[in-house]
C-alpha cells in the first residue's frame, strides 16, 4: 500500500497517477494482498493506528473510524495524524472532538465539524472548539499571518510536498504566530534533509 500511497502524493504531478480512476484501481488491486496477510489484516483501517492506542477512550472502533473520515473533509491527509497526537490526551469521545475541532483552522468549520459529529455521535458537545489547550506540540497561538504571505508559502512548500501542502500550511499557521516556528514546523514534514534545509533558508 505505501507504494501506491506515495505516488498518489507524489510532489511531481507527473509522477502522480493522472487520474481519480487510476488511483483506485491501484488501491483495489493492492487490497487483495492485504487481506490475505494475517499480520495485515488492519491496513483497510483508516484509524488502525490510533485504535491500538486509544484503550483509555470509551469509544468504539466504528466511532474512531467516523471521526477520522470526518476530519479528512476538514483538514485533508493529516487527520490520521491529529487523532494519533490526541490519543492520549482525553478520557470520552465527546471531549476528544472538542480537542480535535481545535486543530480546524477556520472557525466556522470547526463549529460545523462539531455540530456535523453530534449528527453522527448522537450527543451533545458543550466544549467551546476555538478555546485555547495545550498540544502535544505546544499551544494554539493567535494567527496573525498575511494570507498572501501564506500562499506564497504554500506554493513554493508544494515543490517540496506536493499536494499535501496548502493543507500542512493551514494547519500549522493555525497553531502558532511565529514565522520561525511554523517554517520550523513545516521544514520538520519535508523528508530529504537538503530540501528542509532549503526551505528553511528560503523563507527564514
Known amino acids: 500500500m505505501i507504494p501506491v500511497l506515495t505516488q498518489g502524493l507524489a510532489v511531481k504531478q507527473e509522477s502522480r497517477y493522472q487520474t481519480a480512476r487510476e488511483f483506485v484501481q491501484a488501491i483495489k488491486d493492492v487490497l487483495p494482498k492485504l487481506k490475505a496477510t494475517p499480520a495485515s489484516s488492519s491496513a483497510d483501517d483508516a484509524t488502525a493506528v490510533v485504535q491500538e492506542s486509544t484503550q483509555i477512550f470509551t469509544a468504539s472502533k466504528d466511532e474512531l473510524d467516523s471521526m477520522t473520515n470526518l476530519l479528512v473533509d476538514y483538514v485533508g491527509p493529516i487527520a490520521k495524524n491529529i487523532m494519533y497526537a490526541h490519543n492520549a490526551e482525553n ?12 486543530e480546524i483552522p477556520e472557525p466556522e468549520e470547526r463549529e ?16 467551546t472548539p476555538t478555546s485555547v489547550s495545550t498540544k502535544a506540540r505546544g499551544k494554539i497561538g493567535v494567527v496573525s499571518f498575511d494570507a498572501d504571505m501564506l500562499e506564497k508559502l504554500g506554493e513554493d512548500y508544494t515543490c517540496y510536498m506536493g499536494p499535501m501542502a496548502v493543507t500542512l500550511v493551514r494547519h500549522y499557521a493555525a ?6 516556528q511554523l517554517v520550523d514546523w513545516l521544514a520538520g514534514e519535508i523528508p530529504d534533509s537538503r530540501d528542509s534545509q532549503k526551505f528553511r533558508d528560503a523563507w527564514l
Open 91 to 102: 478520557t470520552s469521545v465527546s471531549e476528544l472532538a472538542s480537542e480535535i475541532a481545535r
Open 175 to 180: 497553531s502558532t504566530d511565529s514565522l520561525e
Open 112 to 127: 460545523a465539524f462539531l455540530r456535523r459529529w453530534e449528527d453522527i455521535s448522537g450527543t451533545r458537545i458543550d466544549a
